[in-house]
């Protein structure tokens, strides 16, 4: 132990003494500390490249959850527009009525001196509730006209924008039929 440990101040004779015996612990403790200066500096440097993976993992995964994100982000705007494009039709469904009704109604109407030359029904493509509609009787005068408008009224249509004009043995009716639910 004498090698390891020697004494610091040697004794000289006549001179000095040596050190207590106390301080024969300062080498001790300076191998202690520079054994565990090594030992902590390999943990420290242990844990930094945990660390280090740790975080490249972390990147990798938020990098994973980013992709996601965005991939349902996408599907989601995807859902959206389909849900507006399916609103829409179901608007224009529910505002939409079946023109046979009307067509039917027209037809018997007419009286027997009266007859239909032309009618046409056409629908608003932005508007369903709304159609246009051209009829042209022949015979029958404003009376077979007004018979006429009544079936479409009992429909629960109302005419909008409607003209007249008569001619010499018809009649020239258009307007916009408006459905009014009631």
């Known amino acids: 132990m004498d090698n390891i ?8 004779q006549n001179v000095s003494e040596g050190l207590p015996s106390g301080y024969k612990l300062v080498p001790v403790a300076f191998y202690i500390v520079s ?6 500096s390999l943990f420290f440097y ?4 945990a660390y280090e993976a740790t975080e490249t993992s972390m990147r990798d ?16 705007n995807a859902i959206s527009a389909e849900s507006k494009k399916a609103e829409g039709i179901a608007k224009w469904l529910e505002g939409s009525r ?24 056409d629908r608003n493509p932005e508007i369903p509730a709304h159609t246009f509609m051209q009829l042209k009787i022949d015979g029958g005068g404003s009376q077979q006209l007004e018979n006429t408008l009544n ?5 629960d249509y109302q005419t909008y924008s409607a003209q ?3 001619g010499r043995n018809s009649t020239d009716f258009q307007a916009t039929l408006i459905f009014t639910d009631r």
């Not at 242990?46 to 490249?49: D, E, F, H, N, P």
């Not at 079936?151 to 429909?155: F, G, K, N, R, T």
């Open 151 to 155: 079936e479409i009224y009992a429909l």
């Open 61 to 76: 995964r938020l990098t994973q959850a980013q992709t996601q994100q965005s991939g349902f982000v996408a599907q989601q």
């Open 5 to 12: 440990i020697h004494d610091l101040k040697t004794e000289r």
């Open 46 to 49: 242990l844990s930094k490249k």
């Open 35 to 40: 054994v565990a200066t090594i030992f902590l």
């Open 98 to 121: 079946p023109l046979q009704p009307v067509t039917v109604a027209v037809g018997r109407s007419m009286g027997k001196d009266s007859t239909v030359a032309e009618l046409s029904l």
């Open 164 to 166: 007249q004009v008569k």
